[in-house]
């Protein structure tokens, strides 16, 4: 064996040659760090205040915390949320460990909270760096270094959902979804490379023989390994697996037609899919059974599905060609299979062969109803029903969106030839997200791998029309050091430059622009307002009796969480719940989850069921507090306690609000080119709390509301004084509302028959608003009248709400001649005692 054949020898001259590769991939690293910790004094604020960037990145420092206070057992059941049912977190374990083990080193065992917040903060900026490694390779396996170097460019800046899911503070598991599932389809491929190129038949693994085995088992493990990563951050990883099986289907087919073996790739995938099923096992959850949403049966069966799928595949070509049968049989056998194998589920298992079938439309269709108003479930091509590719440019820019396209045009070409298996398996991959992108824009932080990774490969083409091989081995062969470069140059053509001046004008100063652009709209959520009503219910409510970081078991066989007495609700919109469990420390009814919103889901047809949805389009009070009372099965129990309102609510998302239930017709109606609300809408339980203060309302008291926002709430009262002959004052109040549920004080007494009687008093607010509450009621035949009122003009007393928004005085009754003042104390409010007049 020669010097230059020695396995020490190769290996240093590989690195050797590699070493300026790996150079620029570590720098366009650390670039793509450096983009996603520009805004860091938006998140990092002074004190050692830590912010976050989204709802889903609070709610993951909770589960976190609570991770961190009972290392190494996590929440897997919150009864602090969606109250009275709690929510099973259908986040994966892994981005939340990754953290912890993360805190735990450097805190040196006992991590100091801003040391975890900090951590929180850079984590999804340092994941979506990495990213710029496995995007290389794949480039370079796909075109040579320098579609890999374009490549990893491309990725750095890539604008939109995965840059945005990417920045500091966006403590979710988003930009891990992504970083895992390229790590599995660079190591899938690298496996298939490495399988095909060695010749690996079925025959080396009984043979024994390792020199051929041993690089494909080593890459198809790392896929398993990579997969089950990307799976244990989001339970939907099994996406990525139908990509594979659907590659696998087509390239056995393939192979099969050209009359070559597969076993390269029903080793690869049999290897893989074992090792993600072993790894994905000690985390299912048999009581969720075949649950796509939480770690269940289902995520097992698919990995074992997949895996023999592999098997039968590689059977029936080994099958075919020992009895010599005609190629076109092939794929008619498959879907026969196929076919056979969904009728065997139904029979055996029809939930499980019901969830599969609806799977796809689940991810690749375009949601309807309420989910259709959730802006990253929305289809990217679309907006209000509108086709539109503002989204796509945005997303990707126009020029790498184009690029994208064409390249997968390419790569499908290619097929007429002799593709490449790791060519054929990025089309069916970017195909597949496409059609992702289609149902959910939310998956584009998938796509801008795929984009980046296509528009590499049509600069890699672009280069090698231009001869830039050649060039590259000029430069290496004449370039012994940097003195050398300077003579160097007069190898490059004028070509050259041309085609690398269309590279960056096209393809890499879009992503930058947008990228750059992008760091300055970075700001940390929630809004100061919700961060303020949050702060003040935690410090200002009931202790609802729940210790806030105790990993609490779920309730067994379908029954409720036992819940202390002192236990209620806050109700408010979706978007919200996080916020109020996070900061506030409450138990919100709805979440992000999208759980607790109630409405209906297929036909206006069905039972509006309760939850925020349903309350907050009611159209009286009683209907409002009917679902309140609902809400908890408890007859003796209300589900919310406290009601948390914004302008946000009662104006820009409303409608959304309404697209729950169904049931949208009525609520704003046309005027000029636009539409106005309309009496429906005013009749809302919404309007008639954050629009009208709550005023006339019987159960209903604002207890606290922060300082006003300027929004739409002006113009929603000039509509409704100047069609409706409405008096409110045209300004805007406090941007969110706070209010408490109460039974209310019974104010009874007696006036002339059939006389109207009315009470009214004033509401000083703390920011030093004051507004009108008042009612009107018609004595009866007997003379007798009775309000309910909400308001105690005593004040607060222990152990119940703080409140700081109150009557100024006492009631006035008034009814004829007769003026009458009433004080009304907090204990007969609460308990709804009688006072008479």
Known sequence: MSSQDHPVSSFKNKIKSSWPYILAVGIIGFVSLWIRILPSDRVLLPGGIVKFTTNDAWYHMRTLRVLLENYPHRMFFNPMTNYPTGSYIHFGPLFDQMMAVTSLILGLGHPSSHLVDTIGAYFPAVLGALTVIPVYYIGKYLGGHKTGIL?????????????????????????????????????????????????????????????????????????????????????????????????????????????????????????????????????????????????????????????????????????????????????????????????????????????????????????????????????????????????????????????SILGMLILAAN???????????????SFFILLAIYGQNRFAYYYSINVSILSAY?????????????????????????????????????????????????????????????????????????????????????????????????????????????????????????????????????????????????????????GAATFLTAPSEEEASAVLEAIDPRPDKAGARYIVSDAKMATGIFSSIATWTLDTEGYYQAYGTGSIPSTRYFNSMEAKLHIFDGNGLKQYRMVHETEAYQTGEVGYKYVYNNLYGGKLPEVDTGYVKIFEYVKGANITGTASPNETVNINTTILTDQGRTFEYSQSTTADSQGRYEFTVPYSTDGPITGETQFDTAPSGPYVLSYGDTTKEVRVNEEAVLKGEQIKV
């Open 151 to 403: 490549a990893a460019i491309l990725i750095a800046f890539a604008p939109g959902q995965f840059l945005s899911r990417s920045m500091i503070g966006f403590a979710d598991h988003h930009v891990a979804e992504s970083l895992f599932s390229t790590f599995f389809m660079m190591f899938f491929m690298l496996a298939l490379i490495s399988a095909k190129k060695k010749k690996l038949r079925f025959e080396d693994v009984f043979n024994k023989k390792f020199t051929v085995l041993k690089e494909p088992f080593i890459y198809s493990v790392l896929a398993g390994v990579m997969y089950s990563a990307y799976q244990l951050c989001w339970p939907g990883g099994s996406l990525f697996l139908l990509i594979v099986l659907v590659y696998a289907i087509f390239q056995y087919i393939l192979d099969n037609f050209r009359n070559e073996s597969s076993d390269y790739l029903g080793f690869t995938g049999i290897v893989t899919c074992l090792v993600s099923t072993i790894l994905i096992l000690p985390f299912v959850h048999p009581d969720m059974g075949f649950s796509m949403y939480y770690y269940s049966w289902f995520h097992v069966i698919t990995s074992l599905g997949t895996m023999a799928g592999f098997v039968a595949l590689s059977f029936i070509e080994r099958e075919f060609k020992r009895k010599q049968m005609k190629a076109y049989y092939y794929p008619l056998l498959i879907i026969g299979v196929g076919i056979l194998g969904l009728i065997f589920i139904k029979v055996l298992s029809p939930s499980l062969y019901s969830l599969i079938m609806h799977a796809p439309s689940t991810v690749f269709g375009i949601q309807q109803g309420g989910p259709s108003t959730i802006l990253e479930a929305s289809s990217i091509f679309y907006d209000y029903g509108v086709f539109t590719l503002s989204k796509v440019y945005s997303n990707f820019t126009t020029t790498g969106f184009l690029a």
């Open 415 to 429: 097929l007429f030839r002799k593709p490449k298996p790791q060519e054929f398996l990025v089309l069916v991959w």
């Open 458 to 610: 049509l600069g890699g083409l672009l280069l090698e029309k231009v001869k830039w091989s050649e060039l590259d081995q000029k430069f290496k062969s004449n370039v012994k050091s940097p003195a050398d470069i300077p003579k160097a140059l007069k190898f490059v053509k004028i070509e050259q430059v041309f085609a690398v001046l269309l590279i960056v004008v096209f393809l890499i100063y879009p992503v930058y622009g947008s990228a750059t652009s992008y760091t300055k709209m970075v700001y940390a959520q929630p809004l100061q307002p919700w961060e303020e009503a949050c702060t003040w219910l935690s410090s200002n409510t009931p202790d609802p009796g729940m210790n806030y970081n105790t990993v609490y078991e779920a309730p067994k066989n379908g029954e409720l969480f036992n819940y202390p007495d002192t236990a209620y609700g806050v109700m408010s919109w979706w978007d919200y719940g996080h916020y109020i469990e996070t900061i506030g420390h409450r138990m919100p009814n709805a979440n992000p989850f999208q759980a607790g919103v109630g409405g209906r889901r297929v036909s206006i047809n069905e039972t509006n069921q309760p």
